[in-house]
């Protein structure tokens, strides 16, 4: 182990890397995998009402998050973004706390549906299920690190389908004129639930949309998780020189149906499932670490046991918390009657929200 924490192959050395660095990348593609895959089982097993896949996705989602600082920038992340959150810091227990809903659940206290995470401790916010409302969140935290003169960075993440949203143009062009620290991240993998690309857009890259707002765009393969390295580096190094946003467009694949509720098979055939195996994140780069000697049989063994205990223990710690207490359940949602002001304080002062130390 000591030897490998010095070592720096060829491959790491060309991306400014240690071999380490390659190894923590792969397990992080390998665990986001595994509890995906272990979301579609409890849920198949009437244990999880919901399921919303990153598979496909995880390759880019490291690549491109492994530059954000953990403690200093923040990631405005989308229900996909399981090897997001995972790679800035949040844990397979916080994950499957918010596959059951349960008390301790970062994200919301289990009052979202699965795939909506967030965590204070990481700053990784909080969404909402309407598609590309992040982006404006993304853009006010840049807009709030340049005014208070912070060295911070805001990256979000999206789907393709969002990039069509009027949220999407209102973000890039607020960035834009303002050259915020923010960068934006389509992850496109075809399509929209059901709806194909070439029915969303009349363009094929959506990173051509960003030169109407006055920065970059980027298309990298979100199969190549170090080419989404790169990509992810040199915008967040751009928007640290304070040269304003960047838009990467990540071409991913999506292995899985959209979610749990969805059945991909009415509308992609046979064939294209198959081929769209080929672009799987997770083998493309363990064949690519295998052959720079990073990686060998038994690190790869020890990884993938390392993984499966992990998950494992996220889903039996996760399943024995306690579900939230229906008594809480406007918390956060109206205001509430604070005692140490009194409800007879003039100009109705005596009503608070909820801190967060009371509820989530």
Request: aromatic share 6%; glycine share 8%; charged share 25%.
């Given at each position: 182990?000591?030897?490998?924490?010095?070592?720096?192959?060829?491959?790491?050395?060309?991306?400014?890397?240690?071999?380490?660095?390659?190894?923590?990348?792969?397990?992080?593609?390998?665990?986001?995998?595994?509890?995906?895959?272990?979301?579609?089982?409890?849920?198949?097993?009437?244990?999880?009402?919901?399921?919303?896949?990153?598979?496909?996705?995880?390759?880019?989602?490291v690549g491109i998050v492994s530059s954000?600082?953990?403690?200093?920038?923040?990631?405005?992340?989308?229900?996909?973004?399981?090897?997001?959150?995972?790679?800035?810091?949040?844990?397979?227990?916080?994950?499957?706390?918010?596959?059951?809903?349960?008390?301790?659940?970062?994200?919301?206290?289990?009052?979202?549906?699965?795939?909506?995470?967030?965590?204070?401790?990481?700053?990784?916010?909080?969404?909402?299920?309407?598609?590309?409302?992040?982006?404006?969140?993304?853009?006010?935290?840049?807009?709030?690190?340049?005014?208070?003169?912070?060295?911070?960075?805001?990256?979000?993440?999206?789907?393709?389908?969002?990039?069509?949203?009027?949220?999407?143009?209102?973000?890039?062009?607020?960035?834009?004129?303002?050259?915020?620290?923010?960068?934006?991240?389509?992850?496109?993998?075809?399509?929209?639930?059901?709806?194909?690309?070439?029915?969303?857009?009349?363009?094929?890259?959506?990173?051509?949309?960003?030169?109407a707002y006055g920065f970059p765009g980027?298309?990298?393969?979100?199969?190549?998780?170090?080419?989404?390295?790169?990509?992810?580096?040199?915008?967040?190094?751009?928007?640290?020189?304070?040269?304003?946003?960047?838009?990467?467009?990540?071409?991913?694949?999506?292995?899985?149906?959209?979610?749990?509720?969805?059945?991909?098979?009415?509308?992609?055939?046979?064939?294209?499932?198959q081929a769209e195996r080929e672009r799987?994140?997770?083998?493309?780069?363990?064949?690519?670490?295998?052959?720079?000697?990073?990686?060998?049989?038994?690190?790869?063994?020890?990884?993938?046991?390392?993984?499966?205990?992990?998950?494992?223990?996220?889903?039996?710690?996760?399943?024995?918390?306690?579900?939230?207490?229906?008594?809480?359940?406007?918390?956060?949602?109206?205001?509430?009657?604070?005692?140490?002001?009194?409800?007879?304080?003039?100009?109705?002062?005596?009503?608070?929200?909820?801190?967060?130390?009371?509820?989530?």
């Open positions: 182990m000591a030897e490998a924490s010095i070592r720096v192959s060829d491959l790491a050395a060309a991306h400014g890397l240690r071999d380490e660095d390659l190894l923590r990348m792969y397990r992080l593609v390998a665990l986001a995998r595994a509890i995906d895959e272990r979301m579609w089982v409890l849920n198949r097993a009437g244990k999880a009402a919901f399921v919303i896949s990153g598979q496909g996705h995880e390759g880019a989602q954000l600082r953990p403690g200093r920038d923040w990631l405005v992340p989308y229900y996909r973004s399981i090897a997001g959150v995972l790679t800035f810091g949040m844990t397979p227990r916080d994950i499957l706390m918010a596959q059951f809903a349960r008390a301790a659940d970062p994200s919301s206290g289990g009052r979202q549906m699965p795939g909506h995470y967030g965590s204070a401790e990481h700053n990784i916010l909080t969404t909402s299920s309407p598609v590309a409302t992040q982006l404006l969140h993304a853009v006010g935290i840049a807009l709030a690190a340049k005014t208070l003169g912070r060295d911070q960075v805001a990256l979000t993440e999206l789907g393709e389908g969002s990039s069509n949203q009027g949220d999407f143009h209102e973000g890039l062009n607020f960035a834009g004129v303002h050259r915020l620290p923010v960068v934006f991240v389509v992850e496109n993998n075809g399509y929209a639930i059901s709806v194909p690309m070439s029915l969303q857009s009349p363009i094929p890259d959506l990173a051509d949309r960003a030169a980027v298309v990298v393969d979100g199969s190549d998780v170090l080419a989404c390295y790169r990509a992810g580096r040199e915008a967040l190094e751009r928007a640290r020189r304070g040269e304003g946003p960047t838009l990467i467009e990540a071409k991913v694949t999506r292995l899985t149906a959209h979610s749990s509720d969805d059945q991909q098979t009415k509308y992609r055939s046979a064939e294209e499932l799987d994140p997770l083998p493309r780069f363990r064949r690519q670490l295998r052959d720079a000697g990073v990686l060998d049989e038994p690190r790869e063994a020890e990884i993938a046991a390392d993984v499966k205990a992990a998950v494992d223990d996220a889903t039996d710690w996760a399943e024995s918390q306690p579900e939230p207490d229906p008594a809480t359940a406007y918390r956060h949602v109206f205001a509430e009657p604070d005692p140490a002001i009194g409800p007879e304080a003039a100009g109705g002062a005596g009503v608070r929200a909820a801190t967060p130390a009371e509820g989530v």
